[in-house]
């Protein structure tokens, strides 16, 4: 496609920042154009080094499972890439669930729920998995109080993954629902949904590798020199 405006053509300092990011995380901005709402996720404010590594690979992960999401109710209907370090997406009006959560709004459940749910299976079946849907942060509560997933940052792709692994990382994905559901509505959480949460909750503590190892590392040096 073509892209509808260029880095050039964008004063960042007059954009409404969305989310200011944190050492090894983008800025997320909203940008209004012709009567359309984008979303843009930049990691060029992040050091140098995070930027030229991390940040290029995130923004072609996260580009590629966007175009291969598309069509899919719930996802981001229109993406592209900026340049090498961000990508763009059609703006969802609504709330994240912790900020729902927080100010006491409270999605329709279970019926919600299920239709996240449905979601998160059709992206298995285009062989994607999100892999942070416990963080509540990721999944909105749209202004028609629909469902709806954003930051594949953390994605996979399941195309070049040994077969044994599938249903482990779309369990993870799906637990993610399941734990989201059980802080907003525990009451209507039914008892299977409730059982593959709990079993996954057992597994994820053998999982040692949690948020960003080297990021605590630095943080320790840093805090070891002062």
């Not at 019926?111 to 892999?131: G, P, S």
């Not at 482990?168 to 993610?176: A, C, E, N, Q, R």
């Not at 989201?180 to 590798?209: F, G, Q, V």
């Amino acid at each position: 496609m073509n892209k509808p405006f260029l880095r050039k053509d964008l004063d960042f300092k007059s954009l409404n920042i969305l989310h200011r990011g944190q050492w090894a995380n983008a800025d997320l901005f909203l940008f209004r154009q012709n009567g359309d709402e984008w979303a843009i996720k930049d990691f060029y404010p992040c050091p140098w080094l995070v930027r030229q590594t991390f940040g290029r690979l995130m923004v072609r992960r996260e580009m590629l499972a966007l175009q291969r999401l598309q069509g899919i109710h719930g996802i981001a209907e229109t993406s592209f890439q900026l340049d090498e370090f961000a990508l763009c997406y059609s703006f969802m009006p609504g709330t994240t669930l912790k900020q729902a959560k927080k100010e006491g709004r409270k999605p329709a459940c279970p019926d919600y729920f299920i239709a996240l749910e449905k979601i998160v299976r059709q992206m298995h079946n285009r062989n994607v998995t999100h892999l942070d849907l416990r963080n509540l942060k990721n999944i909105i509560l749209t202004d028609k109080n629909e469902p709806a997933i954003v930051d594949f940052q953390s994605c996979m792709m399941l195309d070049r993954v040994p077969r044994c692994f599938h249903e482990l990382l779309k369990d993870i994905d799906l637990s993610g629902v399941y734990k989201c559901w059980y802080k907003i509505s525990p009451e209507t959480l039914d008892k299977d949904r409730a059982d593959h949460l709990k079993t996954m909750n057992k597994k994820r503590r053998l999982w040692i590798l949690k948020g960003y190892p080297l990021k605590k590392l630095f943080e320790k040096s840093k805090t070891g020199r002062q």
